[in-house]
């Protein structure tokens, strides 16, 4: 399994920004682990570009349609097409800014595969659902219902992002993440028998260059989806070395 690094830059980034792309490669040319930036849709092509090849480029949603009549959204074959081969899907701020369920992450992840993207589907308990005691009953119910059941570990990327460590410096403990962690091991196994073992599970919530390596070091960690602290070459960068490393 080759572990990936993720950088999720939602809605920031003009064409000014890509030579944080450019300082990023030439920081880090033949990383050990992938190495992944989803800009917002207007950047992807330019992105892809810039890139060349030496990172992977992807998209931060697309439609469960592959074309028709709507206004506003992105088919996951024009990300494909703009030169993205991952597309980000069900992140907390879809599922809470418009409304997208459990189903619509799953047909959407479809629509990924059907054009040849790899899907990272997120999953994540609020604050509320943590002090209540049900993250792993609210993540195993969110997991069964997002990832359809073609899903294998060349075509799905699981992300554990807890909604409430999302660009609040705040993560849960590091017992808490493998908690999750092998929970989702367990539950993909119980799916999906031996490839279970293949799926990258990322953690992604406040990483940073500082907390970076001891969360990477923890078992079922396969990688990170990094918000903030992907926006900057030096610190997606140093994010990059930690799980080189690990
Ligand atoms: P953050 O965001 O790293 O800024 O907390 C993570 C994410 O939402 O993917």
């Not at 450019?22 to 950047?43: K, N, Q, R, S, Y």
């Not at 479809?110 to 997120?122: D, K, S």
Request: charge should be negative; proline fraction near 5%; charged fraction near 15%.
């Amino acid at each position: 399994m080759r572990k990936l690094a993720a950088g999720n830059w939602k809605m920031n980034g003009l064409t000014a920004q890509l030579p944080e792309v450019t300082a990023l490669i030439a920081a880090h040319p033949a990383p050990a682990c992938e190495v992944l930036l989803c800009p917002p849709a207007t950047l992807v092509a330019a992105m892809a570009a810039t890139a060349a090849g030496r990172i992977a480029i992807g998209g931060q949603d697309c439609h469960p349609k592959a074309s028709g009549a709507h206004t506003g959204d992105i088919a996951a074959a024009m990300l494909k097409d703009a030169g993205a081969t991952y597309v980000i899907l069900g992140h907390s701020e879809r599922r809470a800014d418009h409304g997208e369920t459990d189903a619509l992450v799953r047909a959407k992840a479809e629509a990924a595969w059907a054009a040849g993207l790899t899907a990272i589907i997120c999953v994540g308990e609020t604050e509320a659902e943590r002090d209540a005691g049900k993250t792993l009953t609210v993540i195993g119910t969110q997991l069964a219902g997002s990832v359809p059941d073609g899903a294998t570990s060349a075509n799905t990327v699981i992300a554990y992002e807890p909604v409430w460590a999302i660009g609040t410096g705040r993560t849960p403990t590091l017992p808490e993440i493998a908690e999750v962690h092998a929970d989702l091991r367990a539950r993909l196994t119980a799916r999906f028998g031996a490839d279970a073992g293949g799926f990258r599970l990322l953690y992604g919530g406040s990483v940073k260059p500082s907390n970076a390596t001891e969360i990477f070091a923890l078992p079922n960690v396969d990688g990170a989806l990094v918000g903030g602290a992907s926006l900057k070459a030096s610190d997606f960068g140093a994010i990059v070395a930690a799980l080189s490393a690990a």
